[in-house]
């Protein structure tokens, strides 16, 4: 069964840093593409940021480029979110997810999902 | 950045109804729309890839079809399990990009 879990979430103030963790089990995690999707409270998804399986490539969203970093350990199968000069409007719950190429519609999809890690910027 | 329009923004529906969401994308995506259903406290959960090919143990009530910037979920016979937030995404450029969602309940 494939599992994600998140961890790492928090109350931190604005300018501070916070590094989520996602633990992978169930499947070859140095197979997938991983991203990161938060959700702010009461709002829609959006997309973060995404490490290609081998770590060679990541892609952000401009509002967090600079600020956040996507990194992977894949001896460990964990997946992490470095988050650094937090803002209130960072403030959401943070979802690990599989970034699966889609062949026929060369698309990505978020296949399997976490339970979310909550972070608040808040001083 | 591709923007992707989702109505209505809500709807109820009677059990065993027929259920309708649109998704319009601001530029053509062939076919690289996916549809995700969440339920509340819960992660989202894919439904739909590739516009039209149903995800494995997603119940064959739930189809999806469209091209190029337009797109819809349907659900055949309303179940009360189907309650939830609905929201489709573009996955053919960065960034990826969700719609607003739809919030469908029992009437």
């Known amino acids: 069964e494939v599992q994600l879990v998140e961890s790492g979430g928090g109350l931190v103030q604005p300018g501070r840093s916070l590094k989520l963790s996602c633990a992978a089990s169930?499947?070859?995690?140095?197979?997938?593409?991983m991203a990161w999707v938060r959700q702010a409270p009461k709002k829609g998804l959006e997309w973060v940021a995404t490490?290609?399986?081998?770590?060679?490539?990541?892609y952000y969203r401009d509002s967090v480029k600079g600020r956040f970093t996507i990194s992977r350990d894949n001896a460990k199968s964990t997946l992490y979110l470095q988050m650094d000069s937090l803002r209130s409007e960072d403030t959401a719950t943070y979802y690990c997810?599989?970034?699966?190429?889609?062949?026929?519609?060369?698309?990505?999809?978020?296949?399997?999902w976490g339970q979310g890690a909550s972070v608040t910027v808040s001083s | 950045d591709i923007q992707m329009t989702q109505s209505p923004a809500s709807l109820s529906a009677s059990l065993g109804e027929t259920v309708t969401i649109q998704c319009r994308a601001s530029?053509?995506?062939?076919?690289?729309l996916a549809w995700y259903q969440q339920k509340p406290g819960k992660s989202p959960q894919l439904l739909i890839y590739?516009?039209?090919s149903l995800q494995d143990g997603v119940p064959s009530r739930f189809s999806g079809s469209g091209s190029g910037t337009q797109y819809s979920l349907k659900i055949s016979s309303m179940q009360t399990e189907d309650e939830g937030v609905y929201f489709c995404?573009?996955?053919?450029?960065?960034?990826?990009?969700f719609g607003s969602g739809t919030k469908l309940e029992i009437k």
């Open positions: 997810a599989t970034a699966d190429f889609i062949t026929i519609a060369a698309s990505y999809v978020m296949d399997a």
């Open positions: 169930g499947f070859t995690f140095s197979d997938y593409n």
């Open positions: 490490i290609i399986y081998d770590g060679s490539r990541t």
């Open positions: 530029e053509d995506i062939y076919s690289g």
């Open positions: 590739g516009a039209s």
């Open positions: 995404q573009q996955g053919l450029k960065y960034p990826f990009t």
